[in-house]
């Protein structure tokens, strides 16, 4: 395993599993941000470069790391023993810088990052976040850990938010979900099914955790790339925003609001800690296009 530094395209760091080639590149400084994943000679991960190099925009594409909630807050307020905070979508830890280190057996890397001032001003807690990442055979393995270095105790929620670059919206198709799933752009229980439709129009759904992995399949590209995950990190989210070639699919361990309705609401004690783990794999890798099943 090496670990590398590069000054272009953007500075960033290179792990690089040596027998097989594969590699992660990654922006502490930027959210502990994964900017790409290489896997069989293929580039899963969508990136929008441009809008990256613009501060004062959000990113669109990577990895980012959502936490200590996932999704927004109405207002952008949290209330914590009658105070109020100001947090908004999607948390802190994607904008932060966060440490990086190989491990010690260079099986992987540790991502790490701890709150300070400001994000306690934010989110009244003291807290240390870890994630290690490993390249095993056609897969990439995150494992999460959540400290609560506080006295009190800590309510969060985390997830993940991998685009995943697709050739064609149209020639996408996602199997493995539940039959039903919250429609989360008006938070109304919608089919599966008919949202799976508008992918190419751009949608934004929950769903339930599944006893089967999660597929995500580019008709076009060829491949199919399996999310497995592992409760609580177990339900998962839809999420595509066209005309980006891109489909979010994305392990969280709680709904939009969490912290407020206590739907799924994580909560640790004082000195205690929680793990949390999911795998994407892919499963499916083939050079003819159009060799994987079609949506029916």
Same mark, same amino acid.
């Given at each position: 395993?090496?670990?590398?530094?590069?000054?272009? @395209?953007?500075?960033?760091?290179?792990?690089?599993?040596?027998?097989?080639?594969?590699?992660?590149?990654?922006?502490?400084?930027?959210?502990?941000?994964?900017?790409?994943?290489?896997?069989?000679?293929?580039?899963?991960?969508?990136?929008?470069?441009?809008?990256?190099?613009?501060?004062?925009?959000?990113?669109?594409?990577?990895?980012?790391?959502?936490?200590?909630?996932?999704?927004?807050?109405?207002?952008? !307020?949290?209330?914590?023993?009658?105070?109020?905070?100001?947090?908004?979508?999607?948390?802190?830890?994607?904008?932060?810088?966060?440490?990086?280190?190989?491990?010690?057996?260079?099986?992987?890397?540790?991502?790490? &990052?701890?709150?300070?001032?400001?994000?306690?001003?934010?989110?009244?807690?003291? &807290?240390?976040?870890?994630?290690?990442?490993?390249?095993?055979?056609?897969?990439?393995?995150?494992?999460?850990?959540?400290?609560?270095?506080?006295?009190?105790?800590?309510? &969060?929620?985390?997830?993940?938010? @991998?685009? &995943?670059?697709?050739?064609?919206?149209?020639?996408?198709?996602?199997?493995?979900?539940?039959?039903?799933?919250?429609?989360?752009?008006?938070?109304?229980?919608?089919?599966?099914?008919?949202?799976?439709?508008?992918?190419?129009?751009?949608?934004?759904?929950?769903?339930?955790?599944?006893?089967?992995?999660?597929?995500?399949?580019?008709?076009?590209?060829?491949?199919?790339?399996?999310?497995?995950?592992?409760?609580?990190?177990?339900?998962?989210?839809?999420?595509?925003?066209?005309?980006?070639?891109?489909?979010?699919?994305?392990?969280?361990?709680?709904?939009?609001?969490?912290?407020?309705?206590?739907?799924?609401?994580?909560? !640790?004690?004082?000195?205690?800690?929680?793990?949390?783990?999911?795998?994407?794999?892919?499963?499916?890798?083939?050079?003819?296009?159009?060799?994987?099943?079609?949506?029916?």
């Amino acid at each position: 395993m090496s670990l590398i530094w590069n000054e272009a @395209p953007y500075p960033h760091w290179q792990f690089i599993k040596d027998d097989s080639g594969d590699s992660l590149s990654i922006v502490p400084e930027r959210g502990g941000l994964i900017t790409e994943w290489f896997c069989n000679g293929r580039n899963l991960l969508y990136f929008d470069h441009d809008r990256y190099l613009d501060p004062a925009k959000s990113i669109r594409g990577g990895m980012p790391v959502l936490f200590p909630i996932c999704g927004n807050l109405p207002g952008d !307020l949290l209330v914590i023993e009658g105070k109020n905070y100001e947090l908004s979508q999607h948390g802190f830890a994607r904008d932060l810088e966060w440490d990086l280190n190989l491990l010690e057996d260079q099986s992987g890397i540790l991502m790490s &990052f701890e709150s300070n001032a400001f994000t306690r001003s934010i989110y009244p807690f003291s &807290f240390r976040l870890e994630m290690v990442l490993r390249l095993q055979v056609n897969s990439l393995e995150c494992q999460i850990s959540i400290y609560n270095l506080d006295k009190i105790i800590m309510p &969060f929620s985390f997830g993940l938010h @991998p685009y &995943f670059k697709v050739m064609n919206l149209e020639d996408v198709f996602i199997e493995g979900l539940p039959e039903t799933c919250i429609d989360q752009k008006g938070m109304v229980e919608s089919e599966t099914l008919t949202q799976l439709q508008y992918l190419v129009k751009g949608v934004d759904f929950l769903t339930a955790p599944s006893s089967f992995p999660i597929a995500l399949i580019d008709r076009v590209a060829g491949y199919k790339l399996e999310l497995h995950y592992f409760s609580p990190l177990d339900l998962a989210v839809v999420w595509t925003d066209p005309p980006r070639p891109t489909v979010c699919v994305e392990p969280w361990t709680s709904p939009r609001q969490a912290l407020i309705t206590n739907d799924r609401k994580l909560e !640790l004690a004082p000195g205690s800690n929680q793990k949390l783990r999911c795998m994407y794999k892919l499963v499916d890798y083939c050079d003819t296009p159009g060799s994987l099943p079609t949506a029916s």
